[in-house]
């Protein structure tokens, strides 16, 4: 259980060696690594996100995020509270923080950052997103910032290594275009996918290491 510090102490020892790249290869098809994306990607902006860990009735569950509907790449999607680095961030740690406060509310010093995790190049918006993973100790309520946020889903870290949620689906994508067989998670009904899947299916591949 979450309450046991034994649990963020092992999560916290697997961390110091990733499963890097190969855990996101099922969770990228038909794309290169990100680390092949970058050798011929210019100008790509930096942007940080938060893989947020607590506890709901002592079992660990993960926040993600509804996007509101705007005019953009990511309208509507499912993410991790996050952005890109702005002018006055020292570093991305600080932004993945900063941002999970603007988006959810969460504090910073309510959040004991654990580790980071391998980097995610998205082609699409050229972003490469730096995830780092955090643990809240005490009872957090989290409120989305309705400008950014529609909705808050607590994922249990039970409900994502359940091997039923790993799907294949039909994406619709804003400008028509339908994507096929897309490695996906389904958490009840909630569609996970692109670069929010492929950090999740990192974060399952350590998580199946410590339980």
């Known amino acids: 259980m ?3 510090l034994d649990y963020i102490s092992r999560l916290r020892q697997e961390m110091k060696v990733l499963p890097g790249e190969a855990a996101h290869l099922d969770m990228l098809p038909m794309r290169k690594t990100s680390s092949e994306a970058l050798k011929t990607a210019a100008n790509y902006r930096l942007s940080a996100v938060l893989v947020l860990i607590h506890a709901i009735h002592g079992e660990p569950h993960i926040i993600l995020t509804q996007r509101n509907q705007y005019d953009g790449k990511h309208s509507g999607q499912i993410s991790f509270p996050g952005g890109k680095i702005e002018p ?50 005490d009872q957090i309520n ?13 994922c249990s870290t039970s409900a994502l290594l359940a091997e039923t949620n790993r799907i294949e689906t039909k994406i619709k994508l804003d400008n028509g275009m339908i994507l096929k067989n897309v490695p996906a998670f389904n958490f009840e009904g909630h569609i996970v996918w692109g670069a929010t899947a492929i950090i999740l299916n990192e974060v399952k591949q350590l998580i199946t290491r410590i339980v």
Request: net charge negative; glycine share 4%; aromatic share 8%.
């Open 2 to 4: 979450i309450e046991h």
């Open 88 to 137: 006055n961030d020292p570093d991305t740690h600080f932004t993945a923080l900063r941002e999970t406060e603007e988006e959810i509310g969460i504090n910073s010093d309510a959040v004991e950052v654990i580790g980071q995790l391998t980097q995610v190049y998205i082609p699409v918006s050229n972003f490469l997103i730096h995830p780092y993973i955090g643990f809240a100790p």
């Open 142 to 154: 989290p409120t989305p910032d309705p400008r950014e946020v529609s909705k808050i889903i607590h």
